[in-house]
């Protein structure tokens, strides 16, 4: 099983970027799906989350301003983020609760490096 995530770049200040994190693989339910960010010199935090079912929760930092959804058929979750800042610059890491008959495990993609700057 991996989750692959793309999307990344650079982007100028009120900008926008799309990424995505598809699961390949097989014998598996997805649960919850997220994206998290590590920024220089500080601790991986969450970014969005999103269920199984839709519900949504968003770090107050990008409410507003990102948007989380996921293709079940496509077992892809995306993250569009809109009027990026400098703050934004970090490495995006996507998240996957991936459930394996009655055990779950968790799952990271590679993470890729969103730059926003002028």
């Known amino acids: 099983v991996q989750l692959q995530a793309s999307g990344g770049g650079l982007v100028q200040p009120g900008g926008s970027l799309r990424l995505s994190c598809a699961a390949s693989g097989s014998g598996f339910s997805i649960n919850g799906m997220g994206w998290y960010r590590q920024a220089p010199g500080k601790q991986r935090e969450l970014v969005a989350g999103i269920a199984s079912g839709g519900w949504r929760n968003y770090a107050d930092s990008v409410k507003g301003r990102f948007l989380i959804s996921r293709d079940n058929a496509k077992n892809t979750v995306y993250l569009q983020m809109n009027n990026l800042q400098p703050e934004d610059t970090a490495v995006y890491y996507c998240?996957?609760?991936?459930?394996?008959?009655?055990?779950?495990?968790?799952?990271w993609g590679q993470g890729t490096l969103v730059t926003v700057s002028s």
């Open positions: 998240n996957a609760d991936l459930g394996f008959g009655n055990r779950d495990y968790s799952y």
